[in-house]
């Protein structure tokens, strides 16, 4: 096929190189090659070598993007006289640029984002007047940013995010960028710096400034952004109020973060006429109630400030879909309009000073994340959830709600997360909960619940599995790239675990733990419980539960922490315990337990100031850490059976079975030898 001018590969699974290598050699007309998404490996010197050497000075575009290439670029690219589009993107190259790269003289798209990348970004960079696309993002660049950077006169994208990038961005900078429509200069250490009275070229649609320093006050150059599509300064070192024009200079703006900051004052009392459709002020120190919302908001996050006031009623925005007030000092009930949100999938009132019942009116269908944590509310468990089927995310922990947990909550199969701590819930604990399949955190803490622990918890189908198949993987990935969002899921989702309270935040989507601490269960611990070998904290201390600690608890290789404090636990402790590899805390203290406490390495390494605090108040045990000595020498108790016996001794057993073995085989040889019946008997 030596006429051949465009060789699409993309989307497949191809990693032999030098197989490719040998398909080109002739392609001689070839002008565009894409080897996008494979797992080609190799020397990014050999495969540039690799291609049809007559083929160099037509080829337009390389697409190389997500493979698995390394090394340098070599210098001789600039032979690839007629290279317009270079995408090496989501490699692991090194080093920069090669000078060669400077004579690609109608090079318009540059990609080279999500590398190992280092150094400086050259000044020869100007030399590329043809770009308008730039992308060097994801790499390990450092030093400033030059000068030159800004005569790239038609460069329309630009790219320079996530790196480790300093110094001053200066009107210089954007002196000839007349075409430039978005930039991102986000997470790097950079400060802009430009004169009030500076009036730009260019009319940009897309700016990230995240993480740069503009502040402390609002600079006037914001205001040349007039127009601006989309425009992010969280964590730029404001602490001001709002001038007066802001809201005027960005009332076109459809999406707006301004988060992590030390923004203080009050929002106008009508933002009326913002085409506003994403607001994101959480982190800042805002003050005064909430304004009515806009009529074309999807997502209004205004979280960890100091708002005050009640919920305002006058609800008109229609299209909202994520509304986020954690953290502030919202008081009174919760308004009955909010269930007029039918587009409502992600609802976080948390932290406040919410008190009164959960309206019943809540028939979202759209509704998936319904956080109401640390407020004053009380009333029944909410029975119009019933009807709720998307519901993946409940969190009503630190309320006063009471009463039981009804048996449909087993119906509500999408459920993933399940915090009700510290309420007031009585009764028994539904056996109904184990049919939630995909169940990943359950927290029902310090509550009244009383009865046993639910058998069947083996039905818990997510966290009996340690690799997820492709159905579980989307919705994790689903929770993570929520939570992952500015804003969302803040330092409030705290977990009793490791023998403390620790602060997981946005971790918790990784989590996956079972809290029925601090209630009044009976009964024993369910056996099938260690089939959950994904779980990673159980807590089922302070309770009466009685019996012996599961013999096949060794089996739940993923645990993490576990406590079994504070019951009425009998027994040995097994031995299989310390199989336990990732474990870093146990507390089996004040129980009934009895015997020698097995040794092992991660066992060994437990709470090395003061391991014995892991089984103090059991009188029965013995053995290190604790000082008292079991009795008897070579003597100890076994913890799987909790009865007293001769310790195992492996040679002693392997010979006697030998042995046994033997005698029995002679027996019958014996008996062939000397019974003539039996010997017919067994030839025929």
């Not at 010979?655 to 019958?668: C, D, E, K, P, S």
Request: proline share 4%.
């Amino acid at each position: 096929m030596t006429s051949l001018k465009v060789l699409d590969l993309s989307f497949n699974h191809l990693n032999r190189t030098e197989n490719l290598m040998t398909v080109l050699e002739n392609l001689c007309c070839l002008e565009i090659l894409n080897l996008s998404i494979n797992s080609m490996n190799g020397d990014i010197v050999e495969v540039m070598e690799g291609l049809p050497r007559c083929a160099w000075g037509k080829l337009s575009e390389l697409h190389f993007h997500q493979n698995e290439f390394i090394g340098t670029l070599p210098n001789f690219i600039g032979q690839f006289s007629s290279l317009s589009i270079l995408d090496l993107s989501s490699n692991n190259l090194v080093g920069f640029l090669p000078p060669g790269t400077w004579n690609l003289a109608h090079l318009t798209d540059l990609d080279i984002s999500l590398n190992q990348l280092n150094g400086n970004v050259p000044t020869e960079i100007g030399a590329l007047t043809a770009l308008t696309s730039l992308d060097i993002s994801g790499n390990n660049l450092t030093g400033s940013i030059p000068a030159e950077l800004g005569s790239l006169k038609i460069l329309d994208y630009l790219d320079l995010s996530n790196n480790n990038l300093s110094g001053l961005i200066t009107e210089e900078h954007f002196a000839n960028l007349k075409s430039l429509n978005s930039i991102d200069l986000s997470s790097n250490n950079l400060k802009i710096v430009v004169d009030s009275d500076w009036h730009s070229l260019f009319r940009l649609q897309y700016a990230d400034f995240r993480s740069c320093q503009i502040g402390p006050l609002f600079p006037a150059w914001l205001q040349q952004l007039r127009g601006i599509t989309k425009l992010y300064i969280s964590s730029t070192g404001l602490d001001d109020k709002f001038p007066d024009w802001f809201w005027y200079t960005f009332s076109q703006t459809l999406h707006l973060d301004i988060s992590n900051n030390q923004i203080s004052g009050s929002l106008p009392a009508h933002l009326d006429g913002m085409a506003l459709e994403t607001l994101s002020l959480t982190s800042n120190q805002l003050t005064g109630s909430i304004p009515s919302l806009l009529a074309n908001i999807t997502a209004l996050d205004i979280s960890n400030n100091n708002f005050s006031g009640i919920i305002p009623s006058n609800f008109e925005a229609s299209q909202l879909e994520l509304l986020i007030v954690y953290s502030n000092r919202i008081v009174g009930s919760i308004p009955e309009p909010v269930c007029k949100l039918q587009q409502l999938f992600y609802l976080d009132l948390s932290n406040n000073f919410l008190e009164g019942e959960i309206p019943q009116c809540f028939d979202i269908q759209k509704l998936q994340y319904f956080v109401l944590s640390n407020n004053s509310l009380s009333g029944k468990f909410p029975a119009f959830l019933q009807n709720n089927t998307n519901m993946e995310f409940l969190d009503l922990a630190w309320n006063k709600l009471s009463g039981r947990l009804p048996t449909w909550i087993g119906d509500l199969g999408n459920l993933g997360f399940v915090l009700l701590s510290h309420n007031a819930f009585s009764d028994s604990i539904p056996v109904d909960i184990t049919m939630l399949k995909y169940l990943q955190y359950l927290d029902l803490s310090s509550n009244n619940f009383s009865g046993a622990v639910p058998w069947h918890l083996s039905n818990l189908t997510f966290m009996t599995k340690v690799n997820m198949d492709f159905v579980e993987m989307y919705r994790v990935m689903g929770y993570k790239m929520i939570v992952m969002e500015p804003g969302l899921f803040g330092d409030i989702f705290s977990v009793v675990t490791k023998g403390q309270q620790l602060v997981y935040g946005k971790t918790l989507a990784d989590f996956v733990s079972i809290d029925l601490s601090s209630n009044s269960l009976t009964g024993e611990i369910p056996g099938d419980i260690t089939f959950l070998v994904a779980l990673m904290n159980l807590n089922l201390s302070s309770n009466k539960l009685s019996g012996q600690i599961p013999n096949m608890i060794g089996a739940m290789q993923s645990l993490v922490s576990l406590d079994l404090s504070g019951n009425k636990l009998s027994g040995g402790i097994p031995s299989s315990l310390s199989s336990l590899t990732s474990l870093e805390a146990l507390n089996l203290s004040y129980n009934n337990l009895s015997g020698r406490i097995p040794s092992g390495r991660q066992l060994d390494t437990l709470n090395l100031d003061n391991p014995s605090i892991m089984y103090i108040g059991n009188s029965g045990l013995c053995g290190p850490p604790l000082h008292n000595n079991c009795s008897g020498n070579g003597t100890s108790i076994d913890g799987d059976l909790g009865s007293s016996k001769q310790e195992f001794d492996p040679l002693t057993f392997h010979f006697g079975f030998v042995l046994g073995l033997v005698a029995g085989l002679w027996i019958v040889f014996c008996a062939l030898l000397f019974k003539g019946t039996w010997r017919i008997a067994f030839f025929r």
